[in-house]
Structure formats: structure tokens, C-alpha cells
């Protein structure tokens, strides 16, 4: 907690105007405003009081209920000095963040899928192609308003032997979810029904017995 702590007074001093904190107990988080993030990033890596040479991801999330929905997530490790750091930046849904693709080549795969899944938009990335939806495809699926029905899917055809792209269409079945264990679902066990035909029956008393009492 010791190296935490003094990792986090030299990222406040060499930040002076961002949010440092320490959230869930451990995990130092750096916010930065955006225009602020490639000379940060740049000072992350090569300053060696952090040396964080890797990205090891970025990804983003969705807080529909705010101004700026998206926040991108950077977590930055430093393999010489053994620390992590996680980077925030807030954004909506048109104003674009600066790519860090030019500080960590790395960068790009994931600022192509924040693009694909979230819509984000990267400055300066010249790459920005979706990366696991299909090329057709609309929206961006882990926005929380995006819709489970309404848009097309794809898949390939057998007896038409082509792709072809229909309207998203979710099985009933599949819409009813049992949150029961499968110990809470079982109200019988195997072999409780032999309970009752194994169980051996008491003898009754005979009269003599019952004529030797006191």
C-alpha cells in the first residue's frame, strides 16, 4: 500500500489539474481530461519515475444517464518498476478522443473495437474499421440502448449457399431464464422413491408380551 500510495503523490505532482484516486482499495486511477491525453500518456511512458511501457487494454463503457456517456479506460503497466496505473477519459457520443495508437502501436486494435462496440471515435486513427461485427452491420452493440430486437443479422444460408442479412428475432425460449441452482430446482432426489418401498415395517407386540407386563 506503501508503493501505491507514493505512485500516487508523483502522478498528482506531475498532473496537477487531474483527478487522482484510489477506488475499490488498490487500483490507482488517473482521470484525464481529453485534451490533456497524449502529452499524459507520453509523460506515463517515458518518465522513468512511471515507465509504463504497455498498454495492456482500453476499453470503454456506457453511463447513458450522463452528458458524457463514454468513458475510455487505459491500463497501463510497468513491467520495470511493477505497478499499474488505469487512465479515464470521458466523451460523448460525436467529440472524439485522441488516439494514443502513435505512443503504443498496440493501441489500435483496441480503439477499433471501443469504435465497433461502443462508436467512440479515435483522433488521429487511421484504422478505425469495426473489428467484430460484420461489415454491414448498424449500431454499435454494447451501447445499453441498443436495441435486442429491430436490427439485421447475418448468417450464412444452406440451402441458398449465400449469406444472407435478416431482421434480429429472438426465440421465446430463449427470453425465459430460470435463476434457480440446479440444487434449488430439484425438489426430489434420484432414488427417494425407494425410501418407502425399503423401509421395513415394525413388529407389533404379540398378546403373550403384552400379558407379561406389569
Same mark, same amino acid.
Given at each position: 500500500?506503501?508503493?501505491?500510495?507514493?505512485?500516487?503523490?508523483?502522478?498528482?505532482?506531475?498532473?496537477?489539474?487531474?483527478?487522482?484516486?484510489?477506488?475499490?482499495?488498490?487500483?490507482?486511477?488517473?482521470?484525464?481530461?481529453?485534451?490533456?491525453?497524449?502529452?499524459?500518456?507520453?509523460?506515463?511512458?517515458?518518465?522513468?519515475?512511471?515507465?509504463?511501457?504497455?498498454?495492456?487494454?482500453?476499453?470503454?463503457?456506457?453511463?447513458?444517464?450522463?452528458? !458524457? #456517456?463514454?468513458? $475510455? &479506460? @487505459?491500463?497501463?503497466?510497468? /513491467?520495470?518498476?511493477?505497478? %499499474?496505473?488505469?487512465?479515464?477519459? *470521458?466523451?460523448?457520443?460525436?467529440?472524439?478522443?485522441?488516439?494514443?495508437?502513435?505512443?503504443?502501436?498496440?493501441?489500435?486494435?483496441?480503439?477499433?473495437?471501443?469504435?465497433?462496440?461502443?462508436?467512440?471515435?479515435?483522433?488521429?486513427?487511421?484504422?478505425?474499421?469495426?473489428?467484430?461485427?460484420?461489415?454491414?452491420?448498424?449500431?454499435?452493440?454494447?451501447?445499453?440502448?441498443?436495441?435486442?430486437?429491430?436490427?439485421?443479422?447475418?448468417?450464412?444460408?444452406? !440451402? #441458398?449457399?449465400? $449469406? &444472407? @442479412?435478416?431482421?434480429?428475432? /429472438?426465440?421465446?425460449?430463449? %427470453?425465459?431464464?430460470?435463476?434457480? *441452482?440446479?440444487?434449488?430446482?430439484?425438489?426430489?432426489?434420484?432414488?427417494?422413491?425407494?425410501?418407502?418401498?425399503?423401509?421395513?415395517?415394525?413388529?407389533?407386540?404379540?398378546?403373550?408380551?403384552?400379558?407379561?407386563?406389569?
Amino acid at each position: 500500500m506503501a508503493d501505491i500510495a507514493q505512485l500516487a503523490d508523483q502522478v498528482a505532482a506531475a498532473f496537477p489539474r487531474e483527478s487522482v484516486s484510489l477506488e475499490r482499495g488498490a487500483e490507482l486511477v488517473l482521470r484525464l481530461r481529453r485534451e490533456a491525453l497524449p502529452e499524459a500518456m507520453l509523460t506515463l511512458r517515458d518518465d522513468p519515475r512511471f515507465a509504463f511501457e504497455q498498454c495492456m487494454d482500453i476499453c470503454g463503457t456506457d453511463w447513458p444517464e450522463k452528458p !458524457e #456517456r463514454f468513458e $475510455v &479506460v @487505459y491500463n497501463l503497466l510497468s /513491467l520495470a518498476l511493477n505497478q %499499474r496505473l488505469r487512465v479515464v477519459v *470521458s466523451t460523448d457520443a460525436a467529440t472524439p478522443v485522441p488516439s494514443v495508437a502513435s505512443v503504443w502501436p498496440s493501441a489500435t486494435w483496441y480503439e477499433r473495437e471501443a469504435w465497433d462496440m461502443y462508436g467512440i471515435v479515435f483522433a488521429g486513427q487511421t484504422d478505425l474499421r469495426r473489428l467484430l461485427t460484420d461489415y454491414g452491420f448498424e449500431g454499435h452493440p454494447l451501447r445499453k440502448d441498443f436495441p435486442l430486437t429491430g436490427y439485421v443479422e447475418v448468417r450464412y444460408d444452406e !440451402e #441458398r449457399k449465400q $449469406v &444472407v @442479412y435478416e431482421p434480429v428475432a /429472438l426465440t421465446q425460449d430463449f %427470453r425465459n431464464f430460470d435463476f434457480l *441452482s440446479p440444487w434449488e430446482a430439484l425438489t426430489t432426489l434420484p432414488g427417494d422413491e425407494k425410501v418407502h418401498l425399503n423401509r421395513l415395517e415394525t413388529p407389533k407386540p404379540s398378546q403373550a408380551d403384552e400379558g407379561a407386563k406389569p
